[in-house]
């Protein structure tokens, strides 16, 4: 239990963008070694600064697994930074 | 004074998020819910837990006790690095889903905030408050998240409505009036009312107060001259029937970092390094809030061996300088001169700045240019990191340092 790995992985991210509380949405992620994993749940996201630079965290689970994904809103990039207890 | 309970409306409602940084965690890791989950600052088996969830807390759980010692209890207990962010992005959603229904938010802590309705337009004074209690804890669950809860207490002052916040945990709602006070008191410990430890619990018991009943219908005069010998006693004695005395702000007196040593025999020259590191953080939190510093003082937890065991002590030193001072180099080098005397064996080391005052700029100084160049500096320092991130320029000396981290404003709300 919690084993977190911490990673650098840039992601193929599918996402909605829309209104109400929660504009963007994450739906599914395509990894480097082309596994697709469906988000079943985003736990929290919270935006952090990095310098200047705003960049969003999204804390989610496919029901098997937490991910932690990182969009950066300057690059408009997704990295996958952290996954954990995959059972 | 008034010797009568405040029989007014309630008119303040005091929000305290329930185990907060375990909740936030769990709400972020869907799976970590319902599991006891504790968090602590480093993990390392000897690191103290900083808060822990309410599934580990029904274990035998409890804040301040080491991982490993918890784990013995909770063999199942997840222990996770505590995520400031995460926090600090929890507490901006709390207090701007406060902010909605008045402009008298005060924050006291990272976790818990205290809104007064007292002079707040008509029509939310019109408002239920136990209606705008259920409403805040919906929209938290709404905004922040379904694993999100706080307990609220409603009362005439904010003492009693903290009082009322922390009865039913997690996730209650409790109203303290005149009416069922003497009822509240009578299930209560001396030690459960906030500000009332075990010192003046035993000044307290000194005078054959033992229950917050009869700290209620204690003389006033007593509480003043043999209790609390000042002022503070008159205070009580009004906090307790519901008058306000809390509606103030302090000024900032001093701001600081401590740290818990990463080690317990390492080399002075590392401890120094990560004093330096301590001194940057110390002096970017003065700058932050436009003030400069006269004092510093640094304080060092130590540990000694007597023959028949480790022994820890305290040791601390301070240093009034003539003109006041604003870089990390001016603390860093007044802090590593007073800790030269200190003991050498360190477990934690810690450094503040006291005296804190506006800075004078009306007054010309014989080092005038000195001071110029300082200042341009560390604020051209100052605006690159607040630019492209924190320590993105520091000392060199500071660069193996990493393992200080961010810690969690727990007091303050100033830095949030």
New interface residues.
């Given amino acids: ?2 084993d977190e790995t911490f990673l650098n992985e840039r992601v193929d991210v599918v996402a909605t963008f829309g209104t109400g ?1 929660n504009p963007c949405v994450p739906i599914k992620f395509r990894r480097r070694n082309g596994r697709v994993i469906e988000i079943s ?1 985003i ?2 996201r ?7 630079r705003m960049v969003h ?1 999204f ?1 989610v ?1 496919d029901g098997g ?2 991910y932690r994904l990182e969009f950066d809103a300057e690059r408009l990039t997704w990295t996958l930074s952290m996954e ?2 995959r059972s | 004074m008034r010797n009568d309970y405040n029989a007014a409306r309630p008119t303040v409602i005091h929000i305290d998020l329930n185990s907060c940084f375990a909740t936030v965690e769990q709400q972020a890791r869907p799976r970590l819910r319902g599991r006891p989950v504790a968090i602590v600052n480093r993990r390392t088996d000897t690191t103290m837990i900083v808060t822990a969830s309410y599934e580990a807390k029904a274990m035998g759980v409890k804040l301040g006790m080491r991982l490993k010692d918890a784990k013995k209890l909770c063999p199942d207990l997840i222990g996770l690095e505590s995520d400031p962010p995460k926090y600090r992005y929890v507490y901006h959603q709390l207090m701007r889903i406060m902010q909605d229904y008045s402009a008298h938010v005060r924050m006291k802590s990272i976790d818990e905030g205290v809104i007064d309705f007292s002079d707040s337009t008509l029509a939310m004074q019109n408002r239920d408050l136990v209606d705008i209690g259920w409403e805040i804890k919906r929209r938290l669950w709404n905004e922040v998240g379904c694993a999100m809860n706080c307990n609220v207490g409603i009362a005439t002052n904010r003492f009693l409505a903290k009082t009322a916040a922390s009865l039913h945990k997690p996730n209650g709602l409790d109203v303290i009036t005149a009416d069922n006070l003497r009822k509240v008191f009578g299930t209560l410990e001396l030690t459960d009312l906030t500000g009332i430890a075990e010192q003046f619990e035993k000044r307290l018991n000194g005078v054959g107060i033992f229950t917050p009943l009869q700290f209620l219908d204690a003389d006033p005069v007593l509480l003043q001259k043999m209790v609390f010998k000042s002022i503070v006693g008159l205070e009580w004695h009004q906090r307790l029937r519901g008058w306000e005395v809390d509606k103030r702000d302090f000024p900032i007196r001093t701001a600081g970092r401590q740290y818990v040593l990463d080690g317990y025999k390492m080399p002075r020259a590392e401890v120094l390094k990560r004093l330096h590191h301590l001194c940057e953080e110390t002096g970017a939190k003065v700058r932050s809030q436009g003030l400069v510093a006269r004092g510093v003082s640094v304080h060092a937890r130590s540990y000694s061996d007597t023959g028949r065991g480790w022994r820890g002590s305290y040791w601390h030193a301070r240093h009034m300088a003539a003109v006041p001072f604003f870089s990390n180099q001016a603390i860093f080098e007044q802090a590593k001169k007073l800790f030269e005397g200190a003991p050498v064996f360190v477990k934690e080391i810690g450094v503040s700045c006291y005296e804190l005052s506006e800075p004078d700029e009306s007054q010309l100084h014989l080092f005038g240019d000195d001071l110029a160049r300082d200042k341009s500096l560390t604020n051209a320092v100052d605006q690159i990191n607040s630019r492209y991130g924190k320590r993105v320029i520091h000392s060199a000396d500071t660069l193996t340092t990493r393992m200080v981290k961010e810690k969690i404003p727990f007091g303050s709300t100033r830095y949030l």
């Fill in positions: 239990m919690n509380l749940e736990g929290l919270h935006p952090t600064m990095q310098g200047n965290m804390d689970t697994a937490d954990a207890d």
